[in-house]
Protein backbone atom coordinates (compact mmCIF):
# COMPACT_ATOMS: atom_id res chain seq x y z
CA UNK A 1 0.00 0.00 0.00
CA UNK A 2 0.89 3.60 0.23
CA UNK A 3 2.78 5.75 3.11
CA UNK A 4 1.80 9.20 3.41
CA UNK A 5 3.94 11.75 5.90
CA UNK A 6 3.47 15.41 6.00
CA UNK A 7 4.07 18.36 8.11
CA UNK A 8 5.62 16.72 11.19
CA UNK A 9 7.91 17.87 14.35
CA UNK A 10 9.38 15.37 16.15
CA UNK A 11 12.44 15.80 18.43
CA UNK A 12 13.19 11.89 18.24
CA UNK A 13 13.22 9.54 15.84
CA UNK A 14 10.98 8.58 12.63
CA UNK A 15 10.88 5.51 11.18
CA UNK A 16 8.73 4.05 8.22
CA UNK A 17 8.72 0.61 6.77
CA UNK A 18 7.14 -0.13 3.82
CA UNK A 19 6.74 -3.99 1.50
CA UNK A 20 5.40 -2.84 -1.67
CA UNK A 21 3.92 0.61 -2.96
CA UNK A 22 5.16 4.36 -2.36
CA UNK A 23 6.53 6.37 0.67
CA UNK A 24 5.47 10.10 0.26
CA UNK A 25 6.90 12.50 2.65
CA UNK A 26 7.07 16.02 3.11
CA UNK A 27 7.62 18.85 5.62
CA UNK A 28 8.93 16.59 8.05
CA UNK A 29 11.71 17.65 10.91
CA UNK A 30 12.93 14.99 13.16
CA UNK A 31 15.90 13.78 15.22
CA UNK A 32 16.62 11.36 12.63
CA UNK A 33 14.79 9.50 9.74
CA UNK A 34 14.81 6.15 8.92
CA UNK A 35 12.75 5.02 5.76
CA UNK A 36 13.06 1.59 4.29
CA UNK A 37 10.97 0.32 1.36
CA UNK A 38 11.32 -3.38 -0.60
CA UNK A 39 9.85 -2.24 -3.90
CA UNK A 40 8.17 1.20 -5.00
CA UNK A 41 9.15 4.39 -4.82
CA UNK A 42 10.06 6.78 -1.87
CA UNK A 43 9.27 10.45 -2.75
CA UNK A 44 10.80 13.15 -0.14
CA UNK A 45 10.78 16.92 -0.09
CA UNK A 46 11.63 18.86 2.70
CA UNK A 47 13.59 16.98 5.72
CA UNK A 48 15.59 17.91 8.08
CA UNK A 49 17.11 15.48 10.03
CA UNK A 50 19.45 16.83 13.04
CA UNK A 51 21.23 13.31 13.03
CA UNK A 52 20.89 10.64 10.27
CA UNK A 53 18.56 10.35 7.06
CA UNK A 54 18.49 6.61 6.30
CA UNK A 55 16.85 5.95 2.70
CA UNK A 56 16.39 2.71 1.64
CA UNK A 57 14.46 0.87 -1.66
CA UNK A 58 15.22 -2.67 -2.69
CA UNK A 59 13.53 -2.18 -6.15
CA UNK A 60 12.28 1.17 -7.35
CA UNK A 61 13.13 4.49 -7.51
CA UNK A 62 14.50 7.61 -4.89
CA UNK A 63 13.41 11.14 -5.48
CA UNK A 64 14.57 13.86 -2.65
CA UNK A 65 13.96 17.59 -3.11
CA UNK A 66 15.80 19.15 -0.62
CA UNK A 67 16.90 17.41 2.59
CA UNK A 68 19.42 18.31 5.26
CA UNK A 69 20.76 16.24 7.68
CA UNK A 70 24.04 15.65 9.42
CA UNK A 71 24.38 12.37 7.99
CA UNK A 72 22.59 10.85 4.53
CA UNK A 73 22.48 7.68 3.73
CA UNK A 74 21.18 6.59 0.48
CA UNK A 75 20.65 2.37 -0.16
CA UNK A 76 19.32 1.44 -3.40
CA UNK A 77 19.50 -2.49 -4.87
CA UNK A 78 18.01 -1.78 -8.44
CA UNK A 79 16.45 1.82 -9.50
CA UNK A 80 17.34 5.07 -9.49
CA UNK A 81 17.96 8.22 -7.57
CA UNK A 82 17.07 11.59 -8.12
CA UNK A 83 17.95 14.23 -5.73
CA UNK A 84 18.47 18.09 -5.19
CA UNK A 85 19.25 20.58 -2.62
CA UNK A 86 20.94 18.45 -0.72
CA UNK A 87 22.61 19.53 2.86
CA UNK A 88 25.26 16.83 4.83
CA UNK A 89 27.70 16.49 6.84
CA UNK A 90 28.42 13.18 5.70
CA UNK A 91 27.15 10.95 2.65
CA UNK A 92 26.71 7.64 1.67
CA UNK A 93 24.97 6.37 -1.61
CA UNK A 94 25.25 3.34 -2.83
CA UNK A 95 23.64 1.77 -5.74
CA UNK A 96 23.79 -2.02 -7.61
CA UNK A 97 21.74 -0.91 -10.85
CA UNK A 98 20.64 2.20 -11.65
CA UNK A 99 21.92 5.74 -12.06
CA UNK A 100 22.25 8.54 -9.64
CA UNK A 101 21.50 12.27 -10.05
CA UNK A 102 22.47 14.96 -7.17
CA UNK A 103 21.75 18.40 -8.44
CA UNK A 104 23.24 21.43 -5.45
CA UNK A 105 24.52 18.47 -3.09
CA UNK A 106 26.53 20.74 -0.28
CA UNK A 107 28.74 18.73 1.79
CA UNK A 108 30.60 19.57 5.01
CA UNK A 109 32.36 16.10 5.90
CA UNK A 110 33.01 13.17 4.34
CA UNK A 111 31.14 12.09 1.26
CA UNK A 112 31.15 8.59 -0.85
CA UNK A 113 29.20 7.77 -3.92
CA UNK A 114 29.27 4.18 -5.38
CA UNK A 115 27.26 2.67 -8.30
CA UNK A 116 27.93 -0.81 -9.21
CA UNK A 117 26.16 -0.32 -12.82
CA UNK A 118 25.14 3.03 -13.64
CA UNK A 119 26.20 6.55 -14.46
CA UNK A 120 26.93 9.47 -11.88
CA UNK A 121 25.78 12.92 -12.22
CA UNK A 122 26.40 15.26 -9.49
CA UNK A 123 26.63 19.63 -9.20
CA UNK A 124 28.17 20.45 -6.18
CA UNK A 125 27.15 24.12 -4.50
CA UNK A 126 30.28 24.83 -3.06
CA UNK A 127 33.91 25.81 -4.62
CA UNK A 128 36.24 23.15 -5.86
CA UNK A 129 38.84 24.33 -3.51
CA UNK A 130 36.68 24.03 -0.68
CA UNK A 131 36.94 19.91 -1.61
CA UNK A 132 38.98 17.36 -1.62
CA UNK A 133 37.68 14.58 -4.11
CA UNK A 134 38.67 11.20 -5.94
CA UNK A 135 36.00 10.48 -8.85
CA UNK A 136 37.26 6.44 -10.48
CA UNK A 137 35.16 5.06 -13.74
CA UNK A 138 36.56 1.28 -13.87
CA UNK A 139 34.39 0.78 -17.18
CA UNK A 140 33.60 4.55 -18.18
CA UNK A 141 34.87 8.07 -18.35
CA UNK A 142 35.11 10.88 -15.50
CA UNK A 143 34.29 14.42 -16.77
CA UNK A 144 34.70 17.73 -13.71
CA UNK A 145 33.20 20.94 -15.35
CA UNK A 146 32.70 19.78 -18.57
CA UNK A 147 36.95 18.56 -19.00
CA UNK A 148 37.16 14.93 -19.92
CA UNK A 149 39.70 13.14 -16.88
CA UNK A 150 39.52 9.93 -18.80
CA UNK A 151 38.91 7.06 -16.38
CA UNK A 152 39.56 8.62 -13.01
CA UNK A 153 40.87 12.38 -11.19
CA UNK A 154 41.98 12.83 -7.57
CA UNK A 155 41.97 16.70 -6.45
CA UNK A 156 43.37 16.90 -2.93
CA UNK A 157 42.27 20.55 -2.01
CA UNK A 158 44.81 22.36 1.06
CA UNK A 159 42.46 23.67 3.67
CA UNK A 160 39.36 21.64 1.89
CA UNK A 161 36.12 21.54 4.28
CA UNK A 162 35.05 18.33 3.01
CA UNK A 163 36.12 14.89 0.35
CA UNK A 164 34.04 13.06 -1.55
CA UNK A 165 34.90 9.71 -3.01
CA UNK A 166 32.67 8.49 -6.26
CA UNK A 167 33.82 4.80 -7.49
CA UNK A 168 31.59 3.97 -10.92
CA UNK A 169 32.45 0.06 -11.96
CA UNK A 170 30.29 0.22 -15.01
CA UNK A 171 29.35 3.82 -15.79
CA UNK A 172 30.43 7.39 -16.26
CA UNK A 173 30.87 9.83 -13.41
CA UNK A 174 29.99 13.51 -14.48
CA UNK A 175 30.34 16.44 -11.21
CA UNK A 176 30.26 20.15 -11.66
CA UNK A 177 30.45 22.93 -9.32
CA UNK A 178 27.92 25.58 -8.92
CA UNK A 179 27.67 28.42 -7.03
Do not use: P
Not at 14 to 21: A, E, L, P
Not at 30 to 36: C, F
Request: glycine content about 12%; hydrophobic content about 45%.
Amino acid sequence: GKVGLDEVDAQGAITVVNKYGDVDMADIRAGSLAATLDAGSINIDAITAKGELAVVNRYGKIGIDEAAAGSLKIELDAGNLLAGNIKAGALSVDNDYGDIGIDRLELTGMGEIKSDTGNVDISLSMDEGDLSYEFDAAVGKVAVDGKDCARSIINRAAGAKASLNVNAKFGNITARFVR
